[in-house]
């Protein structure tokens, strides 16, 4: 069956930096947009990045343009979220998922997610 498992996640201060990692199996990995969501308490789960199956296109919440870059490298089957210069309201868990169309912002389009991981940024 399908699955992708989050890594990376951890405990860390402001302007420190942190890369998650995401390891697809069960798929064609090569034939799926891949992107990164988050969801803070209280708030709702919101778009951070995605990638096109190739990736060529990638695509940035304004919140995390500058700071953050996703990349992928299909013959491992993972995607990656490199985060610089953190701060504490990027503090969320961080999910990876998979669209069989097209890089998009929309979780809708999403048709696999992984468990999360958990990403704290004290201040």
């Known amino acids: 069956q399908v699955q992708l498992v989050e890594s990376g996640g951890g405990l860390v201060q402001a302007g420190d930096s942190l890369r998650l990692s995401c390891a697809a199996s069960?798929?064609?990995?090569?034939?799926?947009?891949m992107g990164w969501f988050r969801q803070a308490p209280g708030k709702e789960r919101e778009f951070v990045a995605a990638i096109s199956w190739s990736g060529s296109s990638t695509f940035y919440a304004d919140s995390v343009k500058g700071r953050f870059t996703i990349s992928r490298e299909n013959a491992k089957n993972t995607v990656y979220l490199q985060m610089n210069s953190l701060k504490p309201e990027d503090s969320a868990v961080y999910y990876c998922?998979?669209?069989?169309?097209?890089?998009?912002?929309?979780?809708?389009?999403?048709?696999?997610w992984g468990q999360g991981t958990q990403v704290t940024v004290s201040s």
């Open positions: 998922a998979a669209s069989g169309r097209y890089a998009t912002t929309d979780p809708h389009q999403y048709v696999h």
């Open positions: 069960g798929l064609t990995f090569s034939s799926y947009s």
